[in-house]
């Protein structure tokens, strides 16, 4: 035999590296030769199928690892029998027998043993096998995750979507302020996603009115009150909300279906209530109504969270009409004021004078519109529109200041012309309540030696006079036209004069008659002109009251105060 010592010693370094990775693989290694024993194996394959170290050895593979039967493992093949077709074979559901006859779960690889000494080609298989439990714990816990994940996110979109319901609950109750209305909207997005049937009964005096009720299929409760009211109340219903009305809390009732039938079918049976909620309407000491929320025996029953949603319901609907009645309350109160304000007008000899007042319908509307008119000496008449800007309460009490300054500086110098005694109102204003923006316009009407009547008159930033000729030709007074009050108290006012035809119409008013959100300014001053002209023969107050009516935007202020000269 040839000896090479030179290849020897390079193949001593190479066997030491290729043992000490067969070693240290992170996975099973074994080899079995062509009768399937075990001829090789490195320490994992030990540790992993629980052999010692140097027994796995000459262990028969085919019998031993994976034989084929074995109760709770499936039968397997052997593995020569899947390389011996010399390709490589691999697989994630092997189980192997480890040395106390436990099953281990593997994912293999098998690769036919390449040939050697005493070894033919295709003779003898390496497998390398990995533990699968390991990975089966980690899909496991991922799965889990996943699950919880999906749990969570669920979750999270029904909070949104009752957060969501909930804010439209709310925007129902705010977006008008008619209490009645309000609450009629309310019902009808309770049914069916609370209940089969709601109903709302408000508290008033010692009783309780039925303002709203809605029933999850159409034509099963009456449409008005009128057929409502007449519908009889179940008696453990009324006991509830009797109950509810005089402080007590949240009434469940489960028991609407037993007894004998009554003589007249009842609210509860005719919406064929199994069961009811009856909450209170309450906000801080103050109970205004109850909320009863019915299910048919169909329906699933009412349980804990039901009842905690339909209290947070209830709890939003009191802050709504708590929210309702402040601002009624202001507007009455603004509208009080404002009326008490608009003082009577006065007696003028040789002319028909009227005002007509009409308030915004909604609170936050009432503000600082205002007329007037009063007697300035020698027979003269003071007339006054003006519009104090803001609409609320602030606003009325503006109003009253401006009002009793512009007054005061018109009598007590009652020869100057309107220009001047505005100027010197934009001045006072100024020094006493800088800031505040306000719209007027004076008029005074002077009774000349020869008769008839002259205006002369003087307009801050406010709609121009209109005057009506006795043939019904209509035209607006657009002379002596300055800025608004509040902008340059410094700046000279205009004042300009007109002859008064007998039998005219002069008529002083507020931007609510004539502007709106539905039209245009211009659009609106054309129709009061051919709307006054075409009733100019009313007299004065039924046509100031007419004009507010057909021609008034009911969003805001509108006033109106008109003189009219004699017809001789």
Request: contains cysteine; negative net charge.
């Amino acid at each position: 035999m040839e000896n090479h010592p030179e290849r020897d010693a390079a193949a001593g370094p190479e066997r030491a590296l290729t043992t000490a990775l067969f070693e240290a693989a992170g996975a099973g290694v074994y080899a079995v030769d062509g009768r399937g024993r075990v001829i090789a194996c490195n320490p994992w394959a030990e540790r992993l199928l629980g052999y010692a170290p140097g027994t796995l050895n000459g262990v028969d593979a085919h019998t031993v690892l994976h034989p084929a039967q074995v109760a709770g493992v499936p039968g397997q093949p052997p593995v020569l029998a899947e390389v011996g077709a010399g390709r490589r074979v691999s697989g994630d559901r092997a189980v192997l027998l480890r040395a106390d006859g436990t099953p281990l779960q593997v994912w293999w690889t098998a690769a036919p043993l390449p040939a050697g000494p005493g070894r033919g080609e295709g003779e003898g298989a390496v497998v390398v096998f990995h533990d699968a439990s390991a990975q089966r714990a980690r899909d496991e816990r991922r799965a889990d995750r996943y699950a919880h994940s999906e749990t969570m996110r669920e979750q999270a979109e029904y909070d949104l979507a009752e957060v969501t319901w909930l804010g439209e609950l709310t925007l129902a109750m705010v977006s008008t302020l008619d209490a009645d209305e309000a609450l009629r909207r309310l019902v009808r997005q309770l049914v069916p996603r609370l209940a089969d049937t709601a109903v709302i009964d408000l508290a008033e005096g010692r009783g309780r009115r039925r303002v709203a009720w809605a029933h999850h299929a159409p034509g099963v409760l009456p449409e008005t009150a009128g057929e409502a009211g007449r519908l009889p109340d179940h008696p453990g219903h009324a006991e509830a909300l009797r109950r509810v009305l005089d402080g007590g809390g949240t009434r469940y009732l489960h028991t609407l279906a037993q007894g004998p039938p009554a003589a007249r079918p009842d609210l509860m049976h005719v919406v064929e209530a199994q069961e009811a909620l009856v909450v209170p309407l309450r906000l801080r000491a103050t109970t205004y109504g109850a909320l009863t929320l019915t299910r048919a025996p169909a329906g699933p029953p009412f349980n804990e969270a039901d009842r905690v949603l339909a209290e947070e319901v209830a709890r939003r609907t009191a802050l709504g009409l708590d929210n309702t009645r402040l601002h009624a309350a202001q507007a009455d109160i603004a509208a009080t004021l404002q009326r008490a304000l608009l003082t009577d007008l006065p007696e003028v000899t040789g002319l028909e004078l009227a005002a007509h007042y009409e308030p915004a319908q909604q609170a936050a509307e009432v503000g600082g519109d205002w007329y007037d008119a009063f007697p300035l000496g020698g027979g003269d008449l003071a007339m006054v529109i003006g519009d104090v800007t803001g609409h609320d309460i602030q606003a009325a009490s503006r109003m009253s200041e401006l009002r009793n300054m512009l007054r005061a500086l018109a009598v007590d110098r009652p020869e100057e012309a309107p220009g001047r005694i505005l100027r010197r109102l934009d001045a006072a204003q100024a020094r006493l309540t800088p800031g505040e923006a306000a719209t007027a316009v004076l008029a005074r009407l002077r009774r000349p030696v020869e008769g008839g009547w002259d205006l002369e008159w003087s307009v801050a930033g406010h709609p121009p006079p209109l005057l009506i000729g006795p043939e019904g030709a209509a035209a607006y007074l657009t002379g002596a036209h300055a800025m608004l009050l509040g902008v340059r108290p410094a700046a000279e006012r205009p004042t300009a004069r007109v002859r008064l035809p007998a039998n005219a119409t002069l008529l002083l008013y507020t931007d609510g008659l004539v502007e709106s959100r539905d039209q245009a300014l211009d659009t609106g001053m054309t129709r009061l002109r051919q709307h006054a002209a075409t009733h100019r023969h009313l007299p004065l107050d039924r046509l100031c009251a007419k004009l507010a009516r057909d021609l008034g935007d009911s969003r805001d202020d509108v006033t109106l105060i008109a003189a009219r000269t004699p017809a001789g």
